[in-house]
């Protein structure tokens, strides 16, 4: 198939350890749902910060500091501006796991009680699970589970029938990481509200691959984590509803927080500082800042665009490959950039080594996903996944390792 994966520039040369070779191989990176690697510009930021700007922010009044906060605040500015919400419903936290968990504490405990409905997917990540286990645990509350359909969507009658428990809260990924699935949030949070739910956004897969608009899916909270969006680890956002964000009590409790301490109680800072106890992820903050202008620059609808093609290619060239299965929706437009695929007779185990062995980066495991795992009756897969940086080269250096694969293993 010819590819119009060719509508935004060939960005190869701007992740610096995508010019590096293993043993002799050139790196085929397609494990950035795993993580993203780093172009150069948010490198560049990181650097900036510790080489001319160090000072913690917030609480001083010398240069360095005002210069500090004026980066870390900015980049709040700009997150939040990109996706439609505002710096104060836009909080800093240390990954999408801790910004969910913020949510399953602060509003669990203070919303949740015996009897409550808590409803996820079957596709989510363990992160969007066993937070809400935990939380349904302790407050006696009951966690059920959205179905997947054998085509990798989720079951929306199912979903109706669920509804009918009148669910306190309904936790669904954006993108599913291994299906690829793209849920449509803005009905699922259509019929969550008209049922008195709040709705929790897993957006992790979702916000550097597809246009995301908070308003226009008008959920309650949106979690996503900003080393698979070409930003750095250690940073994450959660966007909540400010109404919501001021009723629930904080999460991590500390320095920053309050407003006044006193001997036995406290009061609590404006938001966002309410959740961002502690010395901030400065550095962090400013890198995603710089990651997210790399996006914008791009154009996340030309990222789509590209992504999408590539995705076509991928799922049309893994079908050549003979006694390959692939799990999820086939068509290219109900999913974002990944195939999770089994070769008969091959342990995904062995197809990442192998394929590894020729600088071909995969995923295999059970992908944080074992509800969905069992659900399809899967031990583990190997996933491919795509980035603005990836080509149609890299998706044949990926079947030729398949093929090489094969022949390993004499199939
Ligand atoms: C869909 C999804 N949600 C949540 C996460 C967790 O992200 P983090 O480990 O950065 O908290 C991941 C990471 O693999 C993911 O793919």
């Known amino acids: 198939m010819a590819t119009e994966a060719t509508q935004i ?3 190869t040369a701007e992740f610096p350890v995508l010019r590096r070779q293993v043993d002799g191989h050139p790196i085929t990176y397609l494990d950035s749902a795993a993580t993203s690697q780093t172009p150069q510009v948010v490198i560049d930021a990181i650097v900036d910060y510790y080489t001319n700007h160090r000072a913690s922010v917030h609480r001083g009044v010398y240069p360095l500091t005002v210069e500090a906060t004026d980066l870390y605040e900015g ?25 969910v968990n913020l949510v399953s504490h602060s509003w669990g405990r203070s919303n949740l009680g015996a009897g409550d409905t808590v409803l996820v997917t079957e596709m989510e990540h363990h992160s969007d699970v066993v937070p809400w286990q935990l939380i349904c645990q302790e407050r006696g509350a009951k966690l059920e589970y959205i179905p997947v359909l054998d085509n990798g969507m989720l079951d929306l009658d199912a979903y109706d029938r669920l509804l009918e428990l009148k669910p306190k809260a309904v936790c669904v990924a954006h993108v599913s990481n291994v299906l690829g699935t793209i849920n449509p949030v803005q009905e699922i949070a259509r019929r969550a509200h008209a049922v008195g739910a709040i709705v929790v956004v897993d957006g992790a897969q979702a916000v550097p691959q597809i246009p995301v608009s908070l308003p226009e899916l008008d ?52 938001l966002p500082g309410k959740f961002e106890a502690g010395t ?16 914008q620059e791009i154009g996340i609808d030309a990222i789509r665009a590209h992504e999408q093609a590539l995705t076509a290619e991928l799922l049309e060239r893994l079908a050549e490959v003979p006694d390959l299965t692939i799990h999820g929706p086939l068509d290219p437009a109900d999913r974002g950039a990944l195939a999770s ?5 091959a342990h995904p185990h062995d197809i990442g080594e192998i394929l590894g062995r020729e600088g071909v980066c995969v995923r ?11 659900r399809f009756n899967l031990g583990s897969t190997t996933r491919a996944s795509l980035a603005v940086h990836n080509t149609s080269a890299d998706i044949d250096r990926l079947i030729a390792g398949l093929h090489t694969v094969r022949s390993t293993l004499q199939l």
Not at 234 to 249: F, T, Y
Not at 280 to 295: K, N, T
Not at 364 to 374: D, I, S, V
Request: with cysteine; charged share 20%; net charge negative.
């Open 219 to 270: 959920v309650d909270f949106y979690a996503w984590t900003g080393h698979k969006a070409y930003g750095p680890t250690g940073i994450g956002v959660l966007h909540g509803r400010r109404e919501l964000l001021d009723e629930i009590p904080p999460f991590i409790s500390g320095g920053h927080m309050i407003k006044q301490v006193f001997e036995t109680s406290s009061t609590w800072s404006d």
């Open 9 to 11: 520039r060939d960005l």
């Open 364 to 374: 295999t495991g059970h992908h944080c996903a074992q509800p969905l795992m069992r």
């Open 75 to 99: 980049a709040r500015e700009r997150i939040a501006a990109w996706l439609g919400s505002t710096p104060r419903e836009t909080i800093f936290t240390a990954n999408a796991t801790a910004s």
């Open 341 to 345: 695929f089994a070769i008969a007779g």
């Open 280 to 295: 901030s992820q400065i550095a962090e903050a400013i890198g995603l800042g710089a990651a997210v202008d790399f996006i």
